[in-house]
């Protein structure tokens, strides 16, 4: 049974997609377009109480009943456990993995998510200061991701929901005016993301 994806062209939107296609999982997106307050629709707020994209309806959930899941980290996690790939059975080795989605959604996302506010801000006095802020913290960021990367392959080691987390705001990087040749472990790391099938898929599945 196809699981209902509630989703818009965001970076949040494309974490999901990435993930199911990558745990090769049947869906059918539910388009939410965000331009045209959708997300505040009666029936989306049923299953996304904080109006907020991506969320998700599983027909076949735990027990064989239906169950949705809203905000993205806790949709991958659902995912993950779901099928049993991409988040390691073993504590030690699943620790790096939650530390580096929790690392996703609390700062690489919200940090870069405020500059490409402050990118739109048209008043200069503004922008410039809101701007400036947010920028040195999402540069901050992918520094933090390039000393990881340098000695792992992926965030956790072996490729995680984690990479499906981030590599859903790195889609982004021209945006919040990013130059990767500048992180050059993440940029390694980010092509060999949108190198493989299932990522490319998950990009390009049409969410708007």
Same mark, same amino acid.
């Given at each position: 049974?196809?699981?209902?994806?509630?989703?818009? !062209?965001?970076?949040?939107?494309?974490?999901?997609?990435?993930?199911?296609?990558?745990?090769?999982?049947?869906?059918?997106?539910?388009?939410?377009?965000?331009?045209?307050?959708?997300?505040?629709?009666?029936?989306?707020?049923?299953?996304?109480?904080? !109006?907020?994209?991506?969320?998700?309806?599983?027909?076949?959930?735990?027990?064989?009943?239906?169950?949705?899941?809203?905000?993205?980290?806790?949709?991958?996690?659902?995912?993950?456990?779901?099928?049993?790939?991409?988040?390691?059975?073993?504590?030690?080795?699943?620790?790096?993995?939650?530390?580096?989605?929790?690392?996703?959604?609390?700062?690489?996302?919200?940090?870069?998510?405020?500059?490409?506010?402050?990118?739109?801000?048209? !008043?200069?006095?503004?922008?410039?200061?809101?701007?400036?802020?947010?920028?040195?913290?999402?540069?901050?960021?992918?520094?933090?991701?390039?000393?990881?990367?340098?000695?792992?392959?992926?965030?956790?080691?072996?490729?995680?929901?984690?990479?499906?987390?981030?590599?859903?705001?790195?889609?982004?990087?021209?945006?919040?005016?990013?130059?990767?040749?500048?992180?050059?472990?993440?940029?390694?790391?980010?092509?060999?993301?949108?190198?493989?099938?299932?990522?490319?898929?998950?990009?390009?599945?049409?969410?708007?």
């Amino acid at each position: 049974m196809a699981i209902d994806f509630y989703a818009f !062209n965001t970076p949040n939107g494309r974490k999901i997609s990435v993930a199911l296609e990558e745990m090769e999982l049947p869906y059918t997106v539910k388009t939410i377009d965000i331009t045209k307050d959708q997300q505040f629709d009666p029936a989306f707020l049923a299953i996304s109480p904080n !109006n907020k994209i991506p969320a998700i309806v599983d027909p076949d959930g735990p027990g064989g009943t239906p169950i949705s899941v809203f905000e993205s980290g806790a949709i991958l996690l659902y995912l993950a456990e779901k099928t049993g790939r991409f988040l390691p059975a073993d504590l030690r080795a699943r620790v790096p993995v939650l530390e580096w989605l929790m690392f996703q959604m609390g700062g690489f996302g919200p940090m870069p998510g405020q500059v490409h506010h402050f990118l739109t801000v048209e !008043n200069e006095q503004d922008r410039r200061y809101g701007l400036a802020r947010f920028s040195k913290e999402t540069e901050r960021l992918y520094g933090v991701m390039d000393r990881r990367l340098a000695d792992h392959a992926f965030f956790a080691g072996e490729i995680s929901i984690a990479d499906f987390a981030i590599v859903g705001w790195a889609w982004r990087h021209e945006r919040h005016k990013v130059d990767l040749a500048r992180f050059p472990n993440v940029k390694r790391w980010y092509e060999t993301m949108m190198a493989r099938p299932g990522v490319a898929k998950g990009f390009s599945v049409a969410l708007s």
